[in-house]
Structures are given as C-alpha cells and as structure tokens.
C-alpha cells in the first residue's frame, strides 16, 4: 500500500501512499467527526515509519498537535468522550 520508501543512513522515510489509496483514505476522512479524525489519523501515524506524522499531517490538512492528541487518546482504556460526539449542524451558531 505504501508507494515508496527512502532509505538513506538506516533510516526510513515515507514518501506516500498511491495516489487512488490516499482519495480513499481522504474521502474516509471526510465522513468522521473530529475526535475520530485525531484517532484515524493516529493510527495511520502509527502504522508508518519516520516521516509518517509530516505525510499524514499534510494528507489530511492537520495540524501535529491534533494527531498528538489522537495518540494520547488511543492510549487510554476508555473514551472520556465518548458520549460528547456532535453532529454535524447540531448547536451551530447562526
């Protein structure tokens, strides 16, 4: 699934997903509320080498901090948030 690799001094770095692999993972990413964007886009951090938070923050339009959070929060046993999830339109201010 990963496009390439560079490898130069032993270490990895990711280069990116083919081009058909990330308009699906983007439109996926389109569909989640925002704590499941941080927590998706944590586990595709974690499933990559060095360079994976840089690729997936530019991916995705995130910032760092946002994919930190996610990793935090996918090291917790439980979702402190996980009944506090809005819909979308649901207490917008007009």
């Known amino acids: 699934?990963?496009?390439?690799?560079?490898?130069?001094?032993g270490i990895c770095r990711v280069t990116g997903y083919r081009k058909d692999i990330e308009l699906?993972?983007?439109r996926l990413?389109?569909?989640l509320s925002r704590k499941d964007h941080r927590r998706y886009a944590a586990i595709e951090v974690l499933k990559l080498e060095h360079g994976g938070l840089e690729y997936i923050c530019v991916?995705?339009?995130?910032?760092a901090k946002t994919?930190?959070?996610?990793?935090?929060?996918l090291?917790?046993?439980?979702?402190?948030?996980?009944?506090r999830v809005r819909?979308?339109?649901?207490d917008a201010k007009v």
């Open 75 to 83: 090291d917790l046993e439980e979702d402190p948030a996980a009944s």
């Open 24 to 26: 699906k993972m983007r």
């Open 59 to 63: 991916l995705f339009k995130i910032d």
């Open 1 to 9: 699934m990963i496009k390439t690799v560079e490898k130069k001094a």
């Open 87 to 90: 819909k979308k339109g649901v």
């Open 67 to 73: 994919v930190r959070q996610g990793l935090t929060e």
């Open 29 to 31: 990413f389109a569909t």
